[in-house]
Structures are given as C-alpha cells and as structure tokens.
C-alpha cells in the first residue's frame, strides 16, 4: 500500500514538472514575441505599442537582481520626452490628441490599423494572463504536495531502515569477515544498554 502511494506522488510530482516544462516554454515564447513588438514599435515611432507590449512582458519577466537604471529628462522643470534622432522631423501626437482622434475618424484605413494593433495586442495580453494563471496553479500544487512528500519519505525511510542496515550487516559479514566480533560485540552492547533501559523502566514503575 505503502509503495503503491509513494508510487502515486511520484506521477504526481513528475506531471507537475511536466507542466512547469510546458508552462516555461510558453513563457520564453511570449517573452521573446513581446521583446521583439517591443522593438518594432519602437523602430515604427509607436511608443504607444511599445509600452504596451513592454508592461505586459515584463509581467512575465522575473525582476533582476540588478536594474539598469533610466531617469527622466527634465528641461526648465518640466518632464521632457527624448526621441531618436530618425524621429527629428517627424510629427508627434499623444494616443489621447484631438488631432490623433479627428485623424483616425477620417481615415478609414487608420481606423482599420488601430482596429488590428488593438486586437492583437488583447490576444497577446490574454495569452499573458494565460500563462500567468498556469504558473500560479503549478505553484499550487507543488505547495500541497510539500507535506505529502516529506510525510511519505520519512515514512519511507522508516520503514526500510531496517532491511537497509540489516543488509549492510550482511554484507559487512561477507565481504570483511574480520568485523565479526566487532558486530558481535556492537550488538552486545546494545543488548546491554536495552536491558539497563528496561529495568531502569521497571525499578520507575515498582517505585525503587
């Protein structure tokens, strides 16, 4: 019985790593596509993308031990936003402009564009939550299952303990064969000190 349910929490176990194999490898895929619309926003002048795609990658990035550190510019007090070179005498709106909205409703082809990115952007941030999901339930499970395998080896080891030194005994007897009286003389001692225990247990109990 004891074996058939050790048995049992071993599957368990082993379809738990199995799961945080296959949850990793969705993870490292997601990393990798929002690492790179991160980039293609960036290169395309949409900072609007690019920070969406940033925050939902880093929901899935673990923080690092050692952060690159990035201050904001500030010219005459006031917050300043530094763009690349490529982008000197390129117009710039804000995603909440009036002129960004005035333009997406005239342009039919605009609105279709935004349409698109937004869609796209919901499947890869449902695919996130997705994920993340994934990784808490496996947590979960691996937390439960703490107690049930350290209840189960100790039982384990408990109950072959004794076959284990037993057949260390004997093969201490068969392949050194000068340990005989040290063995002999090991149980001996032992015997002794259970017999002193005993009857110091029955002098307890008489009252002496």
């Known amino acids: 019985m004891i074996g058939k349910r050790f048995l049992i929490l071993l599957v368990g176990l082993s379809l738990v790593l199995v799961g ?23 290169k395309a002048g949409r ?19 050692k952060r690159v550190e990035i201050k904001p510019i500030l010219i005459h007090g006031k917050q300043t936003v530094i ?15 009036p002129a960004l909205t005035l333009a997406i409703g005239q342009d039919k082809e605009l609105q ?5 990115e937004n869609s796209t952007f919901k499947a890869f941030s449902n695919q996130t939550d997705s994920i993340i ?11 439960a299952a703490k107690p049930t395998v350290w ?6 080891i ?26 002999l003389a090991v149980f001996n ?11 110091a247990i029955t002098n307890l109990i008489r009252g002496k």
């Open 112 to 116: 279709r564009q935004f349409k698109r």
């Open 133 to 143: 999901r994934e990784k808490e339930k496996i947590v979960e499970k691996a937390e």
């Open 47 to 65: 900072y609007d993308l690019a920070q969406e795609y940033s925050d939902e990658t880093a929901r899935l990035s673990p923080p690092p031990k």
């Open 151 to 156: 209840q189960r080896v100790r039982h384990f």
């Open 189 to 199: 001692a032992i015997g002794r000190a259970l017999n002193w225990i005993l009857q």
């Open 20 to 42: 945080c194999s296959s949850v990793g490898k969705k993870q490292n895929a997601q990393i990798s596509r929002g690492i790179y619309a991160t980039n293609a926003a960036l």
């Open 83 to 97: 763009l690349p070179s490529e982008f000197k005498d390129v117009p710039s709106v804000s995603i909440d402009s």
């Open 158 to 183: 408990f109950l072959s303990s004794p076959f284990v030194i037993i057949g260390g005994l004997i093969c201490l007897v068969v392949f050194v064969p000068a340990s005989i009286p040290f063995i």
